[in-house]
């Protein structure tokens, strides 16, 4: 902590350390821009958390509670170019995409949490409903 000059700073080192982490598996599962083509960027995003590679620490924005809203606002802010799904799509494109999101969030919460995590069977099983809503 010595490097930080308080509590709070490191913090937020940490999630930038650990997202950081993340924009590298992102990209390099990402064959366009990131600015375009919202499908695959939450196709990078779904490809990412079923590799079942997360562990506690990518928990990181939620391990203080007195600086919970801070780091999970700075998780957002970091995330949000490749989770975000522009209002202009059409509506059934959009809770498509949403249903894509939150089925990567539960996979890689449950494998960072150890809470029910997917067999290698259900990941491939999950994979499919997922590709199916993705239009693949």
Do not use: C
Not at 97 to 112: K, M, P, Y
């Amino acid at each position: 902590m010595y490097h930080f000059r308080t509590k709070e700073a490191l913090m937020v080192a940490l999630v930038d350390e650990v997202v950081d982490g993340w924009e590298r598996e992102l990209t390099g599962r990402l064959h366009v821009p990131l600015s375009e083509a919202p499908q695959d960027r939450l196709r990078s995003y779904l490809d990412w958390s079923l590799s079942g590679t997360f562990d506690v620490a990518d928990l990181v924005m939620l391990t203080d509670p007195r600086l919970r809203d801070r780091l999970t606002a700075r998780w957002a802010e970091r995330l949000g170019p490749w989770l975000e799904i522009p209002d202009a799509l059409p509506s059934a494109m959009r809770g498509r995409l949403t249903s894509v999101r939150l089925i990567a969030d539960g996979a890689w919460f449950a494998d960072a949490t150890g809470t029910f995590p997917l067999s290698p069977d259900e990941r491939a099983r999950v994979r499919e409903v997922a590709d199916r809503l993705l239009g693949h």
